[in-house]
Structure formats: structure tokens, C-alpha cells
């Protein structure tokens, strides 16, 4: 009997382009999308839908760095609603009260919503620390200022090797080239090295914290490092741990430019 081919339901294809399937499943799926005309259009529906959803979110949700600031204004709101609700008028105000905490809860929704949607983002745009740890070398400060900031991928590093690379993280032979590029977690330009555990897939497009967001930062933190303002190992060690907070830190904002 011919086996029967399972295709990938909404389910999975939320799970696969959100970031929140195993590497395994997701090179299985995305391997049977190469040849599975139906699924590759179910992706492409969903993904449509998921980013609209997401574009309506980003336009009320607060920066991450202000949910604190959020929280107060909603704590501030309900105060002052609570102080107009006056005894003799309560049945009269007791209908926009509820109205009151139903736009409340609404609002909490969406920024639960954006915030899960900002950490998938944010997710996608990290390496797997498991995976890509960070790797550098003894090298003398004058050496590194003397290189200037070109990362530029080493010439050494191999098409093998590369491809090793996105093998680790599951990501198929179509989206190698149109959507990430091989790059340095440390940048020699701050001392990193061209082992497998600093190289990662880094996408272009498909976050705002992409490869040109961390351009910028490499060059900032190599100007800032050779003019003595930073520390070389605080600069290796924040670009390792969580580059696009050390983007936040040095460039003030919550968003690349």
C-alpha cells in the first residue's frame, strides 16, 4: 500500500514560523515544502495573516523598554475611574465602569500578545547559545584598531563549513542564500574567531534586528573600544550574551534605526 503523505496543518505552521518547533521538525517540514505546492501556499496564507496581525499589535503596544511605564498609566486609569464612580451616581456609572476594565483587559491582551510576538522576534534573531557560544583569540588592542572594522566573512572560512552551520540550525538549502548569511557572533574586529561555535545564520529580513541592526553595532562597539571608552572583554562578552541588548544599551533606542 502507498503511504499516505501527511501534510503540515496551521498548527505547525505557526510553530514553524514563529520559531517554536525542535531543528528536526523543522528541516523535516521544510524539506517536504520544497516539493508540496498546497503547504508552501498554507505557509504563505498564514505567514500573511500572522504578519498583518503582528503590524496591528507593534501599532498599540508599547516598547519593551517602556512596559513599566505602560503599567503605571493602566494603574493610574482605573484610579481614576474608581474616584468619579460617586455613591448616589453608581447604577448610572456602574455600565462605563465595566466598559472601563473590559478596555483594560483588552489592552493587557495585547500587550501579552506583542510581547510574545516581540520575544519570537527577538528569538529568531539570536543564536543558540548551545549551538554558537562565541569564540576568541589572545590579540593586542593596537593590532585591532590598526584592522579597522571590516567583518567581512574570512575567505578561510569554508563552504563546508558553512554549510555545516546551517545544517545545525535546520534551515534548508532554499532560504540559505535569500534570507541569511553566515556571520560571526564575536566579530574579528573585537578579537572573535573563525570556529564554528562564533559562526551563525543570521538573517536579513525577517526581523528588524537583522544582519545590517548588528553592522551598525560591531562598528559602534569597535570605535568605542579602540577609543578606550569600552573594555574589549565587556564589549566581547555583551555582544556574546545578547547583542541586540547591547544594541539597545549603546544606541539609546529600543528599535534599530
Known amino acids: ?64 523598554w517602556g512596559q513599566e511605564q505602560a503599567n503605571e498609566r493602566l494603574r493610574l486609569r482605573l484610579q481614576e475611574t474608581s474616584e468619579t464612580v460617586k455613591p448616589q451616581r453608581a ?5 462605563r465602569v465595566r466598559y472601563a476594565f473590559a ?8 500587550l501579552g500578545v506583542a510581547a ?23 590579540v593586542e588592542l593596537a593590532e585591532l584598531c590598526a584592522a579597522g572594522d571590516d567583518d567581512d566573512l574570512d575567505p578561510s572560512v569554508s563552504a ?13 538549502n532554499a532560504a540559505r542564500e535569500k534570507d541569511f548569511q553566515v556571520d560571526y557572533l564575536i566579530n574579528p574586529q573585537l578579537g ?18 537583522n544582519a545590517r541592526a548588528k553592522d551598525a553595532l560591531e562598528r559602534h562597539l569597535h570605535q568605542m573600544v579602540c577609543e578606550r571608552k569600552v573594555d574589549l572583554a565587556e564589549a566581547q562578552r555583551e555582544i556574546a550574551t545578547n547583542w541586540i541588548a547591547a544594541y539597545q544599551k549603546y544606541f539609546h533606542t529600543a528599535k534599530p534605526a
Open 1 to 64: 500500500m502507498k503511504e499516505r503523505i501527511r501534510h503540515m496543518d496551521h498548527g505547525e505552521a505557526l510553530r514553524l514560523l514563529d520559531g517554536e518547533m525542535s531543528l528536526a521538525d523543522a528541516a523535516h517540514w521544510r524539506t517536504h515544502l520544497q516539493g508540496c505546492d498546497a503547504c508552501a501556499a498554507m505557509l504563505a496564507e498564514t505567514e500573511s495573516t500572522s504578519n498583518a496581525v503582528k503590524g496591528v499589535v507593534y501599532e498599540r503596544a508599547e516598547p519593551v
Open 91 to 95: 447604577g448610572l456609572l456602574l455600565p
Open 103 to 110: 478596555a483594560c483587559a483588552v489592552l493587557v491582551v495585547l
Open 116 to 138: 510574545h510576538y516581540r520575544s519570537q522576534s527577538v528569538l529568531a534573531a539570536l543564536p543558540n547559545k548551545n549551538l554558537t557560544p562565541g569564540a576568541t583569540r589572545e
Open 160 to 172: 563546508s563549513v558553512q554549510t555545516a552551520v546551517f545544517h545545525e540550525y535546520g534551515i534548508a
Open 192 to 209: 572573535g574567531t573563525n570556529d564554528i561555535h562564533n559562526l551563525w545564520p543570521q538573517p536579513y529580513q525577517s526581523t528588524v534586528w
